[in-house]
């Protein structure tokens, strides 16, 4: 079994920035991508960002690219989401997930999931 543990949401002005970070845990595992998501109240989950296992390739969706980095420490198994420029857009709850194998961006694809934590971005 895989745990996964967000951290780091709060609240935040437009324009400022949140660096959130995800722990996996649990068997020993390697060559699995992480993924980062999020779900606005009324919408459906939606992808953000994910990383391969070796951190050499990346994808993010069209809304964030040029303000959230993904990123990744596998000594500790660890992925980070750095937010800048931060907009009332992105106010969400947002998820980590761990999928075996190469990365996707399809919720459906990712088997392991954090509770999530709340990012609020004011106006």
């Known amino acids: 079994q895989v745990q996964v543990v967000e951290s780091g949401g709060g609240l935040v002005q437009a324009g400022g920035s949140l660096r959130l970070s995800c722990a996996a845990s649990g068997r020993t595992f390697s060559n699995y991508a992480m993924g980062w998501f999020r779900q606005a109240p009324g919408k459906e989950r939606e992808f953000v960002a994910a990383i391969s296992w070796s951190g050499g390739s990346t994808y993010s969706a069209d809304s964030v690219k040029g303000r959230f980095t993904i990123s990744r420490d596998n000594a500790k198994n660890t992925v980070y989401l750095q937010m800048n420029s931060l907009k009332p857009e992105d106010t969400a709850v947002y998820y980590c997930?761990?999928?075996?194998?190469?990365?996707?961006?399809?919720?459906?694809?990712?088997?392991?999931w954090g509770q999530g934590t709340q990012v609020t971005v004011s106006s």
């Open positions: 997930a761990v999928r075996f194998g190469y990365l996707r961006m399809k919720v459906s694809e990712y088997d392991y």
